[in-house]
C-alpha cells in the first residue's frame, strides 16, 4: 500500500505539481484570479498569460448558434438562379471533379441538380441574398456578416461537428468554448464559463454528444455545462427540503476541508477542480434564478424572440437565455439546434425548421444591439458542413432532398468586431466549389480567437509531449471580414 | 610642487602629445588588442563630464572664501585629473572610432569637440596659475571648457542613442506594421523593409553603418558592408544576410547581435525565398501565384500583423495588482481589457450582493477604469455620482437599473465616455438633453424606456453626431401565433378523485379556452380557464391561447383519466412479445399512461398472440365499466384490436360472456394516437374479470404492409 501510494505521488506530472505549488503562494501573490499562470513564466503549459486577452480584444463573449445537422446553403443565403435553370440536368463531371461522396449517394447513378424552390430576394445595404424562409434574419442582413465561403473536411456530421467544435475530426480534443475558457478565464464566477443549451426542431435529426463541449485535456473547470431544457435548466440547484442556505454554506465549508486533505494527500488537481466546482454551484443558486426568471420579461422582448421563448426548451427560450447568460459574463454559450438534415423531404423541413430559428435568431441580434452589446457579443450562426447542389435520391415532383456536402457552405456572425453587412466569398454558378476566398474550419477558428484577442498561434497546451493548438499546425486569420 | 604633481603634470604633456598625433594618423592599422582599449571609452566617458560640471561649484565655492590657501592646492590637484581623465577618455574615443560603424557626420563633431575639451582642461591648469586674481578670465576659460563639453556630449549621444534621442516623442521601440497590400505593394516595399527596418536598421543606418552596412534603402543596401554584398540574387545559399541570420546564437558574426530582437524563423525564411525568387524589387505581391512559398510566407507574417494594431494604448499607468485582487471577489470582477493594458473593465453580479458601497470602493482605481457594467443591478442615482469621479471612463451600461436619469448631467466631466446603455430604466426625453451636450458620447441606447418614437425623432435631430438606439419596436400590423396552452405537470394523465388539472400560468392578457368533450375550441364560446379542474372518467381536453393582437395557438390536445378501482391481482394469460414486454402485468395498472410516440416503454404489444388478461377484485366491487386504453400507430403496423371480449363471473372456471366489441378500422393512413375503449357493463356484482383482444391477422389493401399480421398495443386497463 505504502509503495503505491509512492508509485502515485511520483507519476504526479510536473503540472500537477505546479498547480499545488501555485495554490500555496497563489492567494498571497499577486491574485490567483487574474495574472495566476504568469508566476510560473515560460514553464507554465501555454506560452500565453491566461486568464486574459493577450491583446484588446473586439468580441469579449460569445453565442454560438449551432445548427446541427448541417442547414442547405441553396435554400438559406447562396443564391444559385443557374441550378434553377438547369434544374432535373446531370452536375457535370468538370464540377464535381471527382470529389467524394457519402454512402448514402455514392452508388446513384445520376445526379440531378435541383434549385431551390424557395424564392430569394436582396436584403440591405449590402444587397445580401437572403432565401424567403428567413425574413427575419433578412431584416438584419445590415449586421450580419454572410461567409458563402466556408468548407470543411469532414462530410459525415460527427466527424465534422467535432472537427468544427474541437479543431480535429477524431475527438478527444478540448471543444472551442474550453479553449476560450482556458485562455480567457470566467468573466463571472458565479456561472460556468463555457454552458450549452440543447433544442430540437421538427425536420430530420441528428445527435449532439457530450464530447461535443468536452475539455478533452484541459482541466475539467473548462468542460461545457448544459443548461437542461425543461423549466428548471440547472438540476439539484435548490437546497434539500429543511437545509437552509447557512447548513448549505456549513456543509461545504466542511466538504472543502476534506477535500483540502485528500488534495493535500494525494496531488489530484481534479480535487481542487472539483471544490471550485461546489463553490460556484452554491454561488448559482443565487445567480440561476436571476437569469431564468421569465416573468419581468416586456411583450416586446416576446415578440422579438417569438412566444415559443416562453416555452422551455425550444430554439426561442434558448436564445433568449443566451443572450441573458452572455449578458452574464458566460464567455462561450453554444446552442445546438438539430433537425437540419435533409437528405429527402427538404422542402418541408426547410419550412419548419426556419420557423423555429429565424425570429428568434434575429431577435437575439436585436436584443443584444439595443443594449449595446452587440459590440461585444460575437454571435455566430451556421451547421457542419453544406448541402449538395444534386438530388439526392430522384426529384419526387416538389419535393426533393440534398446530401453532404463539404466544399462550400454558408454561416454569419455578427457583432463582436466582424464587418456588419457584408457578404464574403464567391462561390461558382453551380454553388459547388469556392472561387474566391475560401474560409477552412481552421481559419474560421483563427478569426474566432483573433476577435477575443488571442493570436491561435500561442494558445497552446503541452499533452503526450507536444503542444497543442485549436487550429492544429493551420488557421489564418480572415482579415477580410474584421471590422 | 609636489612629487605627485610633478608626476602627473609631465603625464598629461605625454598623453597630450599622444592625443596630437592620433589626430592625424590612421589607428585602425593597430593591433586589435590596442585597438580594443577603445571600448573603455564608454566607461570613462561620463566622469570628465561629472568632474567638469563639478568644478563650476568647487571654483564658486573658492571664490567666496577668504581663507583658500588650504583648499587651492587641492583645486590645482583636481584640474589636474580633470585634464588626465579628459584625455584618456578622447584617447580612448579615438580606438572606439578606429574600429569603424559609426556614421561621420557625427562622429567629426564629437571627435573634435572631445579633443578640444582635452586640450582645454589642460589649459585650464595653466590659465589657474597665470591668473590666479583675475577672476573674469579664469570664469569665462571655465565656462567655456563647459560648453565645449556639452556639444561634444550632445554628439556623443547621437552617435550612441541615435539623433532625436533628445527629442521628445513617444514609440521608441520600432515594430513591425505592415500595411494593407494594395495592387501596386512591392513584395520589397510591403514586407522586406518592414522586417529590416524593426530589426536590422538600428545598427545599420545613417548614424550608424556597423561593418559599413547601411539598410537605409535597396540603393545602400545593394552597396553591400565591409564583409562584401549582402546577397547573391536567387541563391540564397551564398547570401552573406542569411548566412549571417542562420549563424549560432553565440557566434560573434550572428545577426542581428545577441541581445537584440531576434528575426523569426517566418522571417529569414521571408528573406531566403525572396532572395530565391532573385530578389526582385518590383516584384508585387499579387502577382504571386496563391501557392507560391513566399505569399504563403507573407500571408502568414501579415496575419499576425493586426496584433500590434489591435492594442489601444492609454497614458495613464496600470493601478497595482494588490490594489485591483483587493476589491475582486465573485460578486465585482475588475479585469484589464488585455493582458499589458492598463484600462481596467468593472462589472458587477448578483443583485442581492450589491450596494453602493461596492461601487465607491473602486475610485481608487479610478483613473484606470474605462468600463462599468452595472446592468440588472439594483444601483440608483447615487451610483451616476460615483460615475462622474471616473475621469477615463468610456462605456457606462446602466441597463435595467434603478436609476431615475435626473443626475446624468453630471457624467459630463468624463471627458472621454463614448457609450451609456439605458435600455429598461426610468430615464425619459426630458433627461435627455443633458446627454447631448456630453463631450465625445458616441451611442446612447435606449430600448424599453417611456421614450416614444416622436420623442426619439426629437432628440436625434437635435444631436445629430450621436447615435440614439431605441431598438426593436413590433411591427404593428404583424401578428403572431401564441403558444399553445402547456399544462403545469406534462407528464401525468391519469388522476386520483379530487386532483385537479391545471396550466401554466400564460404571458399577462392572454387567455385559456378549452372543450372537454373532444370538440374543436372556440376563442369566444368556450369554457374559459380561471382555475384546475378535475377529470371526469375519461376527458378529452382540447385548449388554445387566445389574446387581442395575436394569432390564436395550435390546440393543445390531451385525454385524460380518472383512476378506477384497483383489482386485488391481475394475471397475464397471454404472454406479451418479447420485444414489448412492458413490466409485466403490473404495466396495466400502474397508473402510467404510454405515449404513441414511443411504444418500447408502458405498453404492452401483441401479434401472435391475443392480449388477455384476468383481473380478480376480492371484495367484488359495484363496476360498471371498463377503460381499454390501446393505440393505433399505421406506419408501426399497430391498429386497433379485431375484437375485444369482456367476460366475468366470480372465478376464472365459471365465466359468462358480458360483452363483445368489433372496434371501427381505419380505412386510410391517419396520425397515431391514443384509442381508448369504453366498454360499459351490467349493474351486476362480479369478482372475476377476463378481457381479451385480438390484434388484426391481415393488415388491408391500402395499408404498406397489406396482407400481413397487425399488433395490437395496451397500456392500462381501468375498472370504473
Not at chain 2, 504571386?288 to 500583423?305: E, G
Not at chain 2, 404510454?594 to 384476468?614: A, E, H, M, Q
Request: overall charge positive; some cysteine.
Amino acid at each position: 500500500m505504502e509503495n503505491q501510494e509512492k508509485q502515485f505521488r511520483l507519476n504526479v506530472t510536473r503540472r500537477h505539481f505546479l498547480t499545488k505549488a501555485g495554490l500555496g503562494f497563489g492567494s498571497a501573490a499577486l491574485g490567483s484570479m487574474l495574472f495566476k499562470d504568469q508566476l510560473f513564466g515560460a514553464d507554465t503549459q501555454s506560452s500565453l498569460p491566461l486568464g486574459l486577452a493577450q491583446y484588446a480584444p473586439k468580441a469579449k463573449r460569445i453565442i454560438y448558434l449551432f445548427q446541427n445537422g448541417a442547414p442547405s446553403q441553396l435554400e438559406t443565403f447562396d443564391y444559385k438562379p443557374l441550378l434553377n435553370k438547369m434544374h432535373g440536368e446531370e452536375l457535370p463531371a468538370s464540377i464535381r471533379m471527382g470529389q467524394r461522396l457519402t454512402g448514402m449517394t455514392a452508388n446513384q447513378e445520376k445526379f440531378p441538380l435541383v434549385g431551390s424552390s424557395f424564392g430569394f430576394s436582396q436584403h440591405g445595404q449590402s444587397g445580401a441574398w437572403i432565401s424567403e424562409l428567413f425574413p427575419n434574419i433578412a431584416s438584419i442582413a445590415d449586421d450580419i456578416c454572410i461567409v458563402k465561403t466556408m468548407n470543411t473536411e469532414a462530410i459525415n456530421h460527427d466527424p465534422a461537428l467535432t472537427f468544427f467544435q474541437t479543431g480535429a475530426q477524431q475527438g478527444n480534443r478540448p471543444s472551442m468554448g474550453a479553449w476560450m475558457s482556458y485562455g480567457l478565464g470566467s468573466e463571472n464566477s458565479n456561472l460556468p464559463s463555457y454552458t450549452v443549451l440543447l433544442s430540437r426542431g421538427r425536420g430530420n435529426g441528428q445527435g449532439v454528444y457530450s464530447k461535443l463541449w468536452t475539455n478533452g485535456f484541459l482541466d475539467s473547470v473548462h468542460q461545457g455545462v448544459v443548461f437542461s431544457s425543461g423549466d428548471d435548466p440547472v438540476l439539484y440547484l435548490n437546497n434539500p427540503e429543511g437545509h437552509d442556505k447557512q447548513s448549505r454554506r456549513d456543509m461545504l465549508d466542511q466538504l472543502a476541508k476534506f477535500n483540502a486533505e485528500a488534495f493535500d494527500n494525494f496531488g489530484d488537481p481534479e480535487i481542487n477542480t472539483r471544490i471550485k466546482q461546489y463553490e460556484m454551484s452554491y454561488r448559482m443558486q443565487s445567480a440561476v434564478p436571476e437569469l431564468t426568471d421569465l416573468s419581468k420579461e416586456s411583450d416586446n422582448t416576446i415578440k422579438m424572440y417569438g412566444p415559443d421563448c416562453l416555452v422551455p426548451g425550444t430554439y426561442a427560450a434558448n436564445c433568449l437565455l443566451a443572450r441573458k447568460l452572455s449578458e452574464s459574463g458566460v464567455r462561450f454559450v453554444q446552442l445546438y439546434h438539430q433537425g437540419w438534415d435533409t437528405h429527402g423531404n427538404l422542402v418541408n423541413d426547410m419550412r419548419m425548421q426556419a420557423e423555429d430559428v429565424d425570429r428568434a435568431s434575429a431577435g437575439l441580434i436585436k436584443d443584444l444591439k439595443q443594449r449595446g452589446l452587440l459590440d461585444e457579443t460575437l454571435v455566430i450562426w451556421g451547421g457542419e458542413f453544406g448541402r449538395t447542389n444534386y438530388c439526392q435520391g430522384k426529384i419526387d415532383g416538389a419535393n426533393y432532398g440534398r446530401d453532404h456536402h463539404p466544399k462550400c457552405f454558408s454561416i454569419w456572425m455578427a457583432g463582436g468586431g466582424v464587418k456588419p453587412g457584408m457578404v464574403y466569398g464567391e462561390t461558382d454558378e453551380f454553388g459547388y466549389n469556392t472561387i474566391k476566398d475560401p474560409v477552412s474550419v481552421h481559419d474560421f477558428h483563427a478569426t474566432v480567437l483573433h476577435l477575443m484577442g488571442i493570436n491561435h498561434e500561442q494558445l497552446t497546451y503541452r499533452h503526450l509531449g507536444r503542444r497543442y493548438r485549436l487550429t492544429d499546425v493551420a488557421g489564418q486569420v480572415v482579415n477580410g471580414i474584421i471590422a | 610642487m609636489s612629487r605627485h604633481l610633478f608626476v602627473l603634470s609631465n603625464l598629461l604633456i605625454v598623453l597630450q602629445v599622444f592625443l596630437l598625433l592620433f589626430c592625424f594618423l590612421d589607428l585602425s592599422v593597430l593591433p586589435q588588442l590596442v585597438l580594443f582599449a577603445g571600448r573603455f571609452h564608454p566607461v570613462v566617458l561620463h566622469l570628465p563630464i561629472t568632474l567638469i560640471i563639478l568644478l563650476v561649484p568647487f571654483s564658486i565655492y573658492l571664490q567666496r572664501r577668504t581663507d583658500t590657501d588650504d583648499l587651492s592646492g587641492i583645486f590645482d590637484l583636481v584640474l589636474h585629473y580633470i585634464a588626465l581623465i579628459s584625455t584618456l577618455t578622447a584617447l580612448a574615443g579615438f580606438l572606439l572610432a578606429a574600429e569603424g560603424g559609426y556614421n561621420q557626420d557625427s562622429l567629426v563633431f564629437h571627435k573634435w569637440l572631445g579633443v578640444a575639451v582635452a586640450f582645454s582642461t589642460h589649459a585650464l591648469v595653466y590659465i589657474k596659475k597665470a591668473f590666479v586674481k583675475n577672476t573674469i578670465v579664469w570664469n569665462s576659460a571655465m565656462l567655456t571648457t563647459l560648453i565645449v563639453m556639452v556639444a561634444g556630449s550632445h554628439y556623443g549621444g547621437n552617435l550612441t542613442h541615435g539623433e532625436g534621442f533628445f527629442a521628445f516623442k513617444q514609440d521608441v521601440k520600432p515594430t513591425i506594421t505592415i500595411a494593407e497590400f494594395t495592387a501596386k505593394t512591392t513584395v520589397y516595399d510591403g514586407a522586406v523593409q518592414p522586417i529590416l527596418a524593426a530589426k536590422c536598421m538600428e545598427c545599420h543606418n545613417d548614424q550608424k553603418t556597423k561593418g559599413g552596412l547601411n539598410m537605409k534603402n535597396l540603393a545602400s543596401m545593394l552597396k553591400g558592408g565591409k564583409s562584401g554584398s549582402m546577397w547573391v540574387s536567387g541563391d540564397p545559399d551564398k547570401s552573406l544576410m542569411i548566412e549571417r541570420m542562420l549563424l549560432g546564437m553565440d557566434d560573434q558574426k550572428h545577426m542581428p547581435p545577441k541581445g537584440k530582437a531576434q528575426l523569426s524563423a517566418a522571417e529569414i525564411l521571408l528573406f531566403k525565398e525572396w532572395i530565391r525568387a532573385g530578389a526582385n524589387p518590383t516584384k508585387t505581391y499579387h502577382s504571386l501565384a496563391v501557392t507560391d512559398t513566399l505569399k504563403t510566407i507573407i500571408t502568414s507574417i501579415i496575419n499576425t500583423a493586426p496584433v500590434e494594431k489591435a492594442t489601444k494604448t492609454y497614458s495613464f499607468s496600470a493601478a497595482s495588482a494588490s490594489a485591483i485582487e483587493q476589491l475582486n471577489s465573485p460578486f465585482r470582477r475588475i479585469l484589464p481589457l488585455a493582458s499589458n493594458s492598463p484600462a481596467l473593465s468593472v462589472k458587477f453580479y448578483l443583485k442581492e450582493k450589491y450596494d453602493l458601497n461596492m461601487l465607491t470602493e473602486c475610485k481608487s482605481i479610478s483613473e484606470q477604469v474605462v468600463e462599468v457594467n452595472l446592468s440588472n443591478m439594483p444601483a440608483d442615482d447615487k451610483a451616476i455620482e460615483v460615475l462622474s469621479s471616473f475621469e477615463n471612463i468610456e462605456r457606462i451600461n446602466l441597463n435595467g437599473t434603478a436609476i431615475s436619469g435626473k443626475n446624468l448631467g453630471l457624467l459630463k466631466s468624463n471627458k472621454h465616455l463614448e457609450q451609456v446603455s439605458l435600455a429598461s430604466t426610468a430615464v425619459g426625453y426630458p433627461m435627455l438633453d443633458a446627454l447631448g451636450a456630453f463631450p465625445s458620447l458616441k451611442k446612447v441606447f435606449l430600448w424599453n424606456t417611456s421614450l416614444t418614437e416622436p420623442e426619439m425623432a426629437a432628440i436625434r435631430k437635435k444631436f445629430p453626431k450621436i447615435h440614439w438606439d431605441l431598438g426593436y419596436i413590433p411591427d404593428k400590423n404583424e401578428l403572431l401565433k401564441l403558444t399553445k396552452p402547456r399544462l403545469l405537470d406534462e407528464e401525468k394523465r391519469i388522476y386520483s378523485p379530487g386532483e385537479l388539472i391545471a396550466f401554466k400560468p400564460q404571458m399577462s392578457g392572454v387567455q385559456i379556452r378549452y372543450t372537454i368533450d373532444g370538440s374543436k375550441p372556440d376563442s369566444l364560446a368556450s369554457i374559459l380557464y380561471t382555475k384546475p379542474f378535475p377529470v371526469i372518467g375519461m376527458m378529452k381536453l382540447r385548449a388554445i391561447s387566445v389574446s387581442p393582437g395575436w394569432k390564436t395557438s395550435d390546440t393543445t390536445d390531451n385525454t385524460f383519466f380518472l383512476k378506477g378501482f384497483k383489482p386485488d391481482s391481475i394475471r397475464m394469460i397471454n404472454e406479451a412479445d418479447k420485444q414489448y414486454k412492458g413490466q409485466g402485468a403490473i404495466t396495466l395498472t400502474d397508473l402510467v399512461k404510454g405515449t404513441p410516440g414511443n411504444l418500447n416503454v408502458n405498453w404492452l404489444g401483441y401479434r401472435d398472440n391475443s392480449f388477455k388478461i384476468g383481473a380478480y377484485f376480492s371484495k367484488g366491487e359495484d363496476i360498471q365499466q371498463i377503460l381499454l386504453s390501446t393505440v393505433e400507430s399505421i406506419d408501426g403496423y399497430v391498429m386497433p384490436a379485431k375484437k375485444i371480449i369482456i367476460k366475468g363471473g366470480d372465478s376464472p372456471k365459471s365465466l359468462k360472456l358480458l360483452k363483445t366489441i368489433v372496434p371501427e378500422q381505419p380505412k386510410e393512413k391517419r396520425r397515431r394516437q391514443l384509442i381508448p375503449f369504453v366498454i360499459p357493463l351490467d349493474k351486476k356484482q362480479y369478482r372475476y374479470f377476463e378481457i381479451e383482444a385480438y390484434p388484426v391477422n391481415v393488415l388491408p389493401k391500402w395499408h404498406p404492409g397489406k396482407g400481413d399480421k397487425g399488433w395490437v398495443f395496451v397500456d392500462e386497463v381501468f375498472f370504473y
